[in-house]
C-alpha cells in the first residue's frame, strides 16, 4: 500500500489520538485507524473536515508526489 495521507504524523504532532479524532469527525476508531495506517483513504470531503479540525492546511495531510 502506498502512504497517501500524513494524518497519523500531524496527530502525534499535535499530541493528540485516533480515538479523539474519530470523535470529531464522527466516524469509528476502527475507520479512523484504518486512514492512519493509510489502508483507506478519507474521502476529499472528510479529508477537508480532518483539516479543519486539527487547523492545518489540507496539504498537509497528503503525501507530496514531487518534491
Known sequence: MVK???IKEV???QGRTQT???EQIEKSYVIVTN???NN???SIETLRKIANILDVDVRVL???TKE
Request: proline share 11%.
Open 4 to 6: 497517501m495521507n500524513r
Open 35 to 37: 486512514y492512519c495506517n
Open 40 to 42: 483507506a483513504q478519507p
Open 11 to 13: 496527530l502525534k504532532e
Open 20 to 22: 479523539w479524532l474519530a
Open 62 to 64: 497528503l503525501v507530496p
